[in-house]
């Protein structure tokens, strides 16, 4: 991809102090190439060299982002752009970490081809979600990873359940997560949902332990409309990416398709999904195969 990149901002996972010190280090590096590097507020005190500004005003200012991070950050950062697609580098230095999964050493070579422009991206699709309460939309939205609905009790909830308006079945569950296929490793893999290459233009729809063991994971395409229709006593739980709690009463009726919007990430050509993979998930390494 050629693109200008001039303006870099740097979020990072603020409760962890060797990302704070990477951004410190990464700050005064990109400075030396001539960029100018902006990062959140609330470590300005750490990264002097840089301008600070709010999450909101840095993701809405530069033309591309560094995450030092886990997962948690770099959703956090997409939800900041609000539909904003421009190139995220994740650097993993937190958790799990699918979306950041490159690491410290491998960063600079990485950062040297994203400010020449010498770059590729992989578009990860959106899914927009609304909350329809009495014929009105009350709440509208976006994620990368996936939308679940739960009940705030622990109890079964009942989710009536429509695809492109076709009647599905309703849910007896703890809850029910419509995801994206770079959803797929997450809160979807715990409930026996498929793992999905984030390519695939696709949404799973998984129920989390249903009454009716038959009720499985389903996997549609990403033209189809997602309705799931909340019914019962309870109160309701909608959580996004698992960054944002919304409150859903009964009645009311979740709206999910495919957004207009994609999220960017830079592509580090030596590392292939199937190798972030084997690497989170503890399967078989290559070298042992290679001796039988």
């Known amino acids: 991809m050629t693109k200008d990149i001039n303006k870099i901002g740097i979020m990072v996972k603020l409760s962890n102090p060797e990302a704070v010190k990477t951004c410190a280090a990464a700050a005064e590096w990109l400075l030396e190439k001539g960029k100018s590097v902006f990062v959140e ?5 750490d990264v002097e060299c840089a301008e600070a500004l709010s999450g ?3 993701a ?7 995450v030092l991070g886990g997962d948690g950050t770099l959703l956090h950062t997409v939800r900041l752009l609000s539909g904003r697609e421009i190139p995220i580098l994740g650097v993993n230095q937190g958790g799990l970490g699918f979306l950041t999964a490159v690491t410290v050493s491998e960063m600079y070579p990485l950062l040297e081809k ?5 770059f590729k991206i992989e578009e990860r699709m959106l899914l927009s979600v609304k909350i329809i309460r009495d014929g009105e939309t009350v709440i509208s939205d976006s994620v990368l990873n996936d ?3 739960k009940g705030t009790s622990a109890r079964l909830v009942k989710l009536e359940t429509q695809i492109n308006k076709e009647y599905v079945t309703t849910y007896r569950a703890d809850g029910l997560i419509v995801a ?7 809160y979807s893999l715990s409930a026996a949902g498929p793992i999905l290459h984030p390519t695939i233009h696709s949404i799973i729809v998984a129920p989390i332990c249903p009454f009716n063991l ?3 994971p389903v996997v549609i395409p990403d033209w189809m409309t997602v309705a799931v229709t909340t019914h019962g006593d309870t109160e309701f739980v909608l959580t996004l990416d698992g960054q944002v709690d919304l ?6 009726t979740l709206e999910i398709v495919r957004s207009k919007e994609n999220v960017s990430l830079v592509c580090y050509e030596g590392k292939s999904y199937f190798d972030i993979l084997r690497e989170r998930l503890l399967w078989e390494p290559s070298e042992d195969r290679a001796v039988r």
Do not use: Y
């Not at 409150?247 to 009311?252: F, I, L, T």
């Open 56 to 58: 909101k005003e840095l």
């Open 147 to 149: 939308v679940v609905i």
């Open 114 to 118: 994203l400010i020449r422009g010498d």
């Open 247 to 252: 409150p859903v009463k009964s009645g009311d």
């Open 180 to 186: 994206t296929p770079t959803g797929s490793t997450a």
């Open 60 to 66: 809405g200012s530069v033309d591309a982002i560094l």
């Open 41 to 45: 507020d609330k470590i300005a005190s």
């Open 214 to 216: 038959t009720n499985r």
